[in-house]
C-alpha cells in the first residue's frame, strides 16, 4: 500500500486571530502523521472546494505555490522511502521531511496555552502562561528550543528562582509541575521522544504549607467587630464568617452565590473549581448573615453578596475569573486590616476560612469523612492533614499537666 499526502486546514487550532493552520496528514497502513506547514490562513480566504488560497488573500499565488511544493515534497519523498523498504511508515516519512529540526518551546508551549483556552479552567491557563513569562525573563526574551532544556539547564533555572527569585520549594514545584505538563505533550505530539524528556531524571517535592487557622476565641473577635461603616471590609467579614460555617465554601462560590441557590434552608450550586454540584444544609449563624443581605429589594437571578455586579454579563469565563479575583484580592487586603482590628497575629487570607471550619468542624466531633465530603476533598488523605492538627493541639493542651 502506498502513501497518500493530503492537505487539512484544521479548524481545531483556530488561533486567536481567527487564522486556522494548514497541515499535511501522511497515510499508509491506516495510520496518519500530521505535519504542519506554519501557514496559517483565515477561513473567509480558504478555497475548501480546491483546497487552495483564493486571490482577495495577499500573496495567495504565493502561497499556494508553497503548498504545491509541500505537498509534491512530500509525495516524493514517501515514494523514494518506500522504494527502499516495504516497512517504512508514516512516522518515518514524518521524520525525513521534517529531518531533525529544532522545535521553539516557548513557541510550542504558546500554541498548546493558545489550544487550551477553551478546555481548561482560565486561571489554570493564566498560571501557565505566567510560567512560560517567567522563563522568558530567565533568557532575556532570547529564545530556547525544546531539546535544548535537559537536566542541567532544569538545575539552573532552579538555581535562579531560589537565588534571584527568592522562590520557595512550592514556587519552584509549581512551576516546575506546569513546565513537566508541557513536555508531556510534546512527547505526544511526537516533538520530543520519552528519553529526551529532562523530567524522567529530574526530582523536585512539595514542602505541605502551615495550615493557618482561627481558634473559637479569635472567631469571635472577628464576628464581635463594629465595621458597618468601612462596606468592603463589612461584607468581607461577613462572608469570611459564613465560609467558616458553610464547608469552608471557596470564595470563587460564595461571590456567585445566588437567591436562586438558597431556598431558605441549604444552598444548591456548582463549583466553580470542581465542576461538581454542592448541597449544604445551614447552620443558623449562616442563615442570619444571608438574612443581613434581605434588605433591599432582591430577584432570584441576584448575587447574594454584594461583590459581583447584578446587571453583567458574566457567561465569558475569562472575564468571570477576573471579576472574581479582583474580588478575592480586594478581600485579603480587607483581611489583613480585620486581623489588625481584632489583635490576631496570623497571616489570614481567605483560604484560611476552609482551615477553619476543617479544624472546627473536626474539634466539634463532625466524622472525617463528612468533613471531607463538605469540603469538597476528592481524597480523605487531604481532610486527614486537619485531623493531625487537631491532634497535635490536643497533645499540646496535655502540657498544662507539666506546669
Request: a positive charge; charged letters at 30%; hydrophobic letters at 35%.
Amino acid at each position: 500500500m502506498s502513501a497518500s499526502v493530503k492537505l487539512l486546514f484544521r479548524k481545531d487550532k483556530i488561533n486567536k486571530k481567527g487564522e486556522i493552520p494548514l497541515y499535511l496528514r501522511i497515510i499508509k497502513f491506516r495510520s496518519s502523521k500530521l505535519i504542519s506547514l506554519g501557514i496559517a490562513v483565515p477561513e473567509k480566504y480558504w478555497d475548501a472546494e480546491n483546497k487552495r488560497v483564493k486571490k482577495g488573500m495577499e500573496n495567495s499565488q504565493r502561497i499556494n505555490n508553497f503548498i504545491s511544493h509541500k505537498i509534491a515534497e512530500a509525495e516524493g519523498v514517501a515514494l523514494e522511502m518506500e522504494a527502499t523498504s516495504k516497512t517504512i511508515t508514516p512516522k518515518n516519512i514524518k521524520s525525513a521531511i521534517i529531518g531533525e529540526a529544532p522545535t521553539s518551546f516557548f513557541k510550542y508551549a504558546e500554541d498548546y496555552l493558545d489550544l487550551m483556552e477553551t478546555k481548561i479552567q482560565p486561571s489554570t491557563v493564566d498560571k501557565m502562561r505566567g510560567v512560560i513569562s517567567k522563563m522568558k525573563k530567565y533568557t532575556k526574551e532570547k529564545d530556547v528550543m525544546i531539546n535544548d532544556i535537559d537536566l542541567q539547564w532544569l538545575k539552573k533555572y532552579e538555581t535562579y528562582m531560589r537565588s534571584e527569585l527568592n522562590n520557595v520549594s512550592n514556587t519552584v514545584f509549581a512551576n516546575y509541575k506546569i513546565l513537566r505538563r508541557i513536555f508531556n505533550e510534546a512527547i505526544k505530539d511526537e516533538i520530543i521522544t520519552y528519553e529526551k524528556n529532562p523530567f524522567t531524571k529530574f526530582k523536585f517535592k512539595w514542602d505541605a504549607p502551615k495550615k493557618e487557622f482561627l481558634t473559637e476565641e479569635e472567631l469571635a473577635k472577628v464576628e464581635a467587630l463594629e465595621i458597618e461603616s468601612e462596606p468592603w471590609m463589612y461584607n468581607t467579614r461577613n462572608i469570611y464568617i459564613f465560609a467558616t460555617y458553610v464547608g469552608g465554601m471557596r470564595i470563587s462560590d460564595i461571590t456567585q452565590l445566588k437567591w436562586s441557590n438558597f431556598n431558605g434552608e441549604r444552598v444548591l450550586m456548582e463549583t466553580q473549581k470542581t465542576k461538581s454540584t454542592i448541597s449544604i444544609k445551614l447552620p443558623k449563624k449562616a442563615i442570619d448573615i444571608i438574612n443581613l443581605y434581605r434588605n433591599r429589594e432582591i430577584k432570584q437571578n441576584d448575587f447574594i453578596f454584594p461583590f459581583l455586579e447584578n446587571d453583567k454579563d458574566y457567561s465569558d469565563g475569562r472575564i468571570l475569573y477576573r471579576a472574581v479575583g479582583s474580588c478575592a484580592t480586594m478581600c485579603n487586603k480587607e483581611l489583613k486590616n480585620i486581623a489588625d482590628l481584632a489583635k490576631i497575629e496570623k497571616n489570614i487570607h481567605f483560604h484560611t476560612s476552609r482551615h477553619t471550619f476543617a479544624t472546627r468542624a473536626l474539634k466539634k466531633g463532625m466524622r472525617i469523612e463528612y468533613v471531607s465530603k463538605l469540603m469538597g476533598h476528592s481524597n480523605i488523605k487531604t481532610t486527614q492533614i486537619y485531623a493531625k492538627i487537631v491532634n497535635e493541639e490536643l497533645d499540646n493542651a496535655m502540657d498544662v499537666f507539666n506546669d
